[in-house]
């Protein structure tokens, strides 16, 4: 009997995918067909598959060819697999010519033509449109989008906006994409979507205007300095039926979302402390340490630290107390808040001119997770036990710096694709601007405060 095998990952099933499996099928007496997990094709690139690996699968095995059906997840494997089931040939379509040639010394490598003018590719681009992304500030964190959008497929990058005429030139030059410094609204004519990465005090009237005009918005954090302006913003992308997401890149990524459910499954027991660092000593001439008004650690880490308190302990905290060493010109070098819950508490650490032990520890009454720094990758994490022998470890995917999956859900969301918001809801962001309001609050009366019951409270409504 004659063994063939071929790979592939068969999204939005088409005519190609037929014709190629007809043809593996004829090659020999019995076809494998490996299938690509979401995760081998994330490692290759392939960011945006639209079908779940059930639907690709179940697309396969009704083409009635495949005798049998196999995942490949890891690289490596088609090796594996060609002696494990004792297989004379491998086949994949002519565009992958030369790539395979390597396998000749396991088994034949043949390849088949491929079937023109048709890919997954081009039904997806067919099926939703490309989604025209425009970047609000072209400072340090722009060119990382332009770089890390590469990887998602169904989105371009059509130009740029920022007022600022000299740094608007050196990145229209750098990354060759247009850059409005006049109109924001003529620039807004241009795009569906824009991705807020300007400084912090201009975000919500960013957001504002273009949600007002219909496009969709990514902001960087904080997305306003008040609950009530994010309420705002929330409610009128509501009404506009446009996407509105906090850039808090952590909840996107997928190691974050596995070790919030690992902390809820039950391992740890019940959550009773939350401690998340973030850290970054910034340049003495920078605007994190120059602005005494829109700069300092808080608001620039403040709300990717709240974030795992607020997924594990809940938005129903008792009270709060934030402590601050301040710089000459009024910046938080350093902020340090402890937030008391019914059953629990939390501290997150913050600074610019402090440096801590950047990592996430969730303590339990029965173990605890420790993400070690930079935690907010969420590259790996252990749950450790009081047995000190016994550790769990896990290594979740992560691919480049981690900003391709915040891109990716934001054209999902806006190709309707993923309408969930479980990973940043609008309650949970609102509560973010909740706690940089008091901050703010504050920060203006320099005196620490105990939210609540005390002078915050009269200011968050
Ligand atoms: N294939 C083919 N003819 C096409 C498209 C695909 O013969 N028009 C073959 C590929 O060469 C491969 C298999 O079908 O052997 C599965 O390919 P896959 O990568 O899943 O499909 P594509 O349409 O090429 O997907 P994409 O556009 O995402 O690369």
């Not at 952590?250 to 690992?262: E, K, M, S």
Request: with cysteine; glycine share 8%.
């Amino acid at each position: 009997m004659k063994k063939v095998i071929t790979y592939g990952t068969f999204d939005l099933f088409h005519q190609g995918h037929y014709n190629l499996l007809k043809r593996a099928k004829e090659l020999g007496d019995y076809l494998i067909v490996g299938v690509t997990t979401e995760h081998f094709d994330e490692a290759r690139g392939k960011i945006n598959v639209v079908d779940s690996i059930i639907d690709r699968i179940e697309n396969v095995k009704k083409t009635g060819f495949a005798d049998m059906i196999i995942v490949e997840d890891h690289e490596g494997q088609k090796i594996e697999d060609i002696q494990k089931y004792g297989v004379d040939i491998f086949t994949v379509g002519s565009d992958w010519v030369g790539i395979f040639d390597y396998l000749n010394s396991f088994c034949k490598v043949v390849y088949l033509d491929r079937t023109p003018n048709i890919s997954s590719t081009i039904l997806r681009k067919n099926q939703f449109k490309i989604v025209r992304i425009g970047i609000v500030g072209t400072g340090r964190i722009a060119p990382r989008f332009v770089s890390e959008s590469k990887y998602v497929s169904g989105l371009i990058i059509e130009c740029a906006y920022n007022p600022v005429e000299d740094s608007a030139r050196r990145f229209e030059k750098r990354e060759k994409i247009k850059c409005y410094t006049e109109s924001y609204n003529d620039f807004l004519e241009c795009v569906d979507a824009v991705y807020i990465a300007s400084p912090n005090e201009t975000h919500y009237n960013y957001a504002k205007l273009a949600i007002d005009a219909g496009k969709h918005v990514l902001s960087e954090k904080p997305l306003s300095f008040t609950k009530r302006e994010s309420e705002e913003l929330y409610s009128e992308a509501k009404e506009k039926n446009v996407v509105l997401m906090e850039a808090v890149k952590a909840a996107y990524c997928p190691g974050f979302q596995q070790l919030i459910n690992v902390a809820k499954s039950g391992k740890i027991g019940g959550i009773v402390d939350v401690e998340a660092s973030f850290t970054r000593l910034a340049d003495s001439n920078s605007r994190e340490r120059k602005d005494g008004l829109y700069g300092g650690a808080f608001l620039e880490f403040g709300p990717s630290v709240l974030l795992p308190v607020i997924k594990l302990m809940g938005k129903d905290y008792g009270s709060v107390s934030f402590d601050s060493i301040y710089d000459d010109n009024g910046v938080d070098l350093y902020t340090k808040v402890n937030i008391r819950y019914p059953k629990g508490f939390a501290t997150v650490k913050t600074g610019v001119g402090v440096k801590t032990e950047g990592q996430l520890v969730v303590s339990g009454t029965k173990g605890y997770i420790i993400a070690q720094s930079p935690w907010w990758l969420m590259r790996q994490f252990d749950v450790r036990y009081e047995d000190p022998s016994k550790i769990e470890h896990f290594e979740p995917r992560f691919q480049g710096d981690g900003l391709r999956y915040e891109i990716s859900d934001f054209v999902s969301k806006i190709n309707g694709t993923d309408k969930k918001d479980y990973k940043l809801t609008a309650g949970e962001s609102v509560l973010m601007s909740e706690f940089v309001e008091m901050f703010m609050e504050k920060r203006k009366k320099g005196e620490d405060c105990e939210s609540r019951n005390s002078v915050c409270k009269r200011n968050i409504g």
